[in-house]
């Protein structure tokens, strides 16, 4: 292997080091990250699949369930393949350029995961405190510019810190302590400037994660006075009902998000490095795994469509 392109202090390629400390127990922790993994691959194609051929789920809050869905297949593909083959066999070498573009795909699908619950919540804003204009104010074309908005500045705002972390220097080494190319990880061992680096990455999550959490609040503050407001218990209980999954989806992918992107610029001397690698994976696990169940669970029109599909294959095989 080439460690440096030529004369320059480009990496030919890193070494992804996996979970330091725990390497004697790579293979037990892969387990539990390969059935989530399952899960959420198996869980988010199947809701796909209902919102595509149930035609009672053809509605724009199912639209954005789908394209939550989607955006969580995309967003854990992007790393837990290349972990579980460092975790199973030891295949820790990744290509600089390779490197670069898991880095970019990792945070603009993050990013817009968290603009398509943003997204979500407008909608829910939207079905409770104007009911009446519901399906005149979110048209398909509508929900087509706005999911194209949220990829769009996903991809504008991620494409800065990758051009800042090329253009740095690597005299350190090129072995990388996680499981797959992060901004900051990656950033952390060029032996050149990089505060430009982690100033940039903190003007990207305050504007993609401080907006969008903004204007969740808002939407939910504005649905809070409507549902009080409404005179009827079962109304309010009902409406309440309809944003319970999405509560859940937002605090699924808000806690362990937060939790990685103050440890690393904040406690990176007091949190140790295996703890902080475990929850930047399940960062990018758990919302994938969790969102199909919580909308299986918590929606009833899913519950139904589920039940439908099942007792349709039921049908089916009774009549050969």
């Known amino acids: 292997m080439s460690f440096l392109n030529g004369t320059s202090?480009?990496?030919?390629?890193?070494?992804?080091?996996?979970?330091?400390?725990?390497?004697d127990v790579h293979l037990w922790i892969s387990f539990p990250l390969c059935t989530m993994y399952s899960i959420a691959i198996t869980g988010n194609f199947g809701l796909m699949y209902l919102m595509y051929s149930d035609e009672a789920l053809h509605r724009p809050m199912y639209v954005f369930l789908a394209l939550l869905s989607f955006t969580d297949v995309l967003m854990c593909t992007s790393t837990l393949p290349n972990t579980l083959f460092i975790l199973w066999f030891n295949l820790k070498e990744i290509d600089f350029k390779a490197c670069l573009a898991q880095m970019f795909f990792v945070h603009t699908f993050t990013g817009m995961e968290s603009g398509v619950l943003t997204l979500?919540?407008?909608?829910?804003?939207?079905?409770?405190?104007?009911?009446l204009r519901y399906a005149t104010i979110l048209t398909n074309s509508v929900i087509a510019k706005a999911g194209f908005v949220t990829f769009l500045r996903g991809?504008?705002?991620?494409?800065?810190?990758?051009?800042?972390?090329?253009?740095?220097?690597?005299?350190?080494?090129?072995v990388i302590p996680h499981t797959y190319c992060d901004h900051m990880s990656v950033a952390k061992i060029s032996c050149g400037y990089v505060r430009v680096n982690a100033i940039y990455g903190l003007v990207v999550a305050?504007?993609?994660?401080?907006?969008?959490?903004?204007?969740?609040?808002?939407?939910?503050?504005?649905?809070?006075?409507?549902?009080?407001?409404?005179?009827?218990?079962?109304?309010?209980?009902?409406?309440?009902?309809?944003?319970?999954?999405?509560?859940?989806?937002?605090?699924?992918?808000?806690?362990?998000?937060?939790?990685?992107?103050f440890t690393h610029r904040f406690g990176g001397h007091t949190i140790p490095p295996h703890i902080h690698i475990i929850m930047a994976n399940l960062y990018l696990l758990m919302p994938p795994t969790m969102n199909p169940i919580v909308y299986?669970?918590?929606?009833?029109?899913?519950?139904?469509?589920?039940?439908?599909?099942?007792?349709?294959?039921?049908?089916n095989s009774h009549n050969f």
């Open 9 to 23: 202090l480009t990496p030919a390629s890193f070494i992804l080091n996996g979970i330091p400390g725990l390497e």
């Open 120 to 131: 979500m919540a407008l909608d829910r804003y939207v079905a409770i405190c104007f009911p």
């Open 155 to 174: 991809v504008m705002l991620v494409i800065p810190s990758t051009f800042l972390t090329k253009r740095l220097p690597y005299c350190k080494g090129n």
């Open 206 to 261: 305050l504007l993609i994660g401080g907006f969008d959490i903004l204007c969740i609040t808002i939407s939910y503050t504005m649905i809070l006075r409507a549902v009080v407001s409404l005179s009827s218990a079962d109304a309010r209980q009902k409406a309440f009902s309809t944003c319970t999954a999405h509560i859940c989806a937002i605090v699924i992918t808000c806690v362990p998000a937060f939790f990685t992107f």
């Open 296 to 315: 299986g669970v918590k929606t009833r029109q899913v519950r139904e469509s589920v039940i439908r599909f099942f007792l349709k294959g039921k049908d």
